[in-house]
């Protein structure tokens, strides 16, 4: 089973500021099969980004993903209020599919 | 728009069965292009993913709870089920139903609901 390893585990930023969050794979996720996800408190997992750095339909495009084999990248370029959230990632090129414990992005 | 919503208990004793439905809406189940999985969360941990089943009825688990999993479809009904057996409170988690592509992410995905096991 591949371990997703997220961090750091709590970020603190201004809006308008630039935020990247890491997710590091135990071993190499095959054909960059990575997505990330945003939840926001008493929601379910909305997704950002799929095959590693394709945005999902409607995800502005602040939001980017970087990365292959076992280190991958998300990056939003200005926050905003609304990005204030918990993300996850989920490698797919393995069974089980697994997620990464989250990094809580939390207002400075 | 396709949406998914979990229906079920909310409270289950140990040692006991939980049992669950997702109702898809908007959209067909036997759509030949998506999976139907199930993914639970503990309360204020992380995501882990229970298994998935195709239209046809054929399924994948995650090893670690497959002893104890069964996923079944009913396309009459557009809907899938999740039975998880010998239950502890450890399995206490917000379950949710999610479509994705085979071995692939997960959208959209059900809003959830809450299962607390305890007697």
């Known amino acids: 089973e591949i371990v997703l390893t997220q961090s750091p585990g709590t970020l603190s930023l201004s809006p308008g500021e630039r935020a990247t969050l890491s997710c590091r794979a135990s071993?190499?996720?095959?054909?960059?099969?990575l997505a990330w996800y945003q939840q926001k408190p008493g929601q379910a997992p909305r997704l950002l980004i799929y095959g590693a750095s394709s945005r999902a339909t409607g995800i502005p495009d602040r939001f980017s993903g970087s990365g292959s084999g076992t280190d991958f990248t998300l990056t939003i370029s200005r926050l905003e209020p609304e990005d204030f959230a918990v993300y996850y990632c989920q490698q797919y090129g393995s069974s089980p599919q697994t997620f990464g414990q989250g990094t809580r992005l939390e207002i400075k | 728009q396709l949406q998914l919503q979990e229906s079920g208990p909310g409270l289950v004793k140990p040692s006991e069965t939980l049992s669950l439905t997702c109702t898809v809406s908007g959209g067909s189940i036997s759509s030949s292009s998506y999976y139907w999985g199930w993914i639970r969360q503990p309360p204020g941990k992380g995501l882990e993913w229970i298994g998935s089943?195709?239209?046809?009825?054929?399924?994948y688990y995650n090893p670690s709870l497959k002893s104890r999993v069964t996923i079944s479809v009913d396309t009459s009904k557009n809907q899938f089920s999740l039975k998880l057996s010998s239950v502890t409170a450890a399995d206490t988690a917000v379950y949710y139903c999610a479509r994705h592509p085979e071995r692939s992410w997960f959208d959209p995905w059900g809003q959830g609901t809450l299962v607390t096991v305890s007697s």
């Open positions: 089943i195709y239209y046809s009825g054929s399924t």
């Open positions: 071993q190499s996720v095959s054909s960059s099969y």
